[in-house]
């Protein structure tokens, strides 16, 4: 006896509902199209526009130190500096006090770029959490940071 397909008018989400990686992701894809949309005429995705905000707020960053705060692999950072500064946005001076790193920091170009950016991605923000009032919308970040930050 085979067993017939079934179409479904309307899917079940409920379970899902009730999960935090569940419902984060689905915010995690949408706040990423949006931002892919927003910041084309850039030409910025998300991981290098992060790394380009943390030199700006902290010039003379390491490279180590940008791989700890993003969760990222030193080998996928290389690429992506290279790509920076290939675009004329950072430039690699010597470390004051390690003298094998490099300290990034932002070009005149790159803070001109950076500062377009970071208003940008602040509207696109606003689109996203439109349906949000600021104290839900500092409330859920304030969540979100107390699961995804490092416990001390």
Known sequence: MTKQATSVDVIDTQFLETLLGYNARRVSLKAIAVFLEGMQP???????????????????????QLCSVLDIQPPNLVGIIKSLQKRGWIERREHQSDGRAHSLHLTPSGEAMLTQAESTVAALEDTVAARLTATEKATLIRLLKK??????
Not at 42 to 55: W, Y
Not at 147 to 152: E, L, N
């Open 42 to 64: 850039l030409g910025l995705k998300p991981v290098k526009f992060s790394v380009l905000s943390l030199i700006a707020h902290n010039p003379g960053i390491t490279s180590r």
């Open 147 to 152: 699961v995804h930050a490092p416990q001390a």
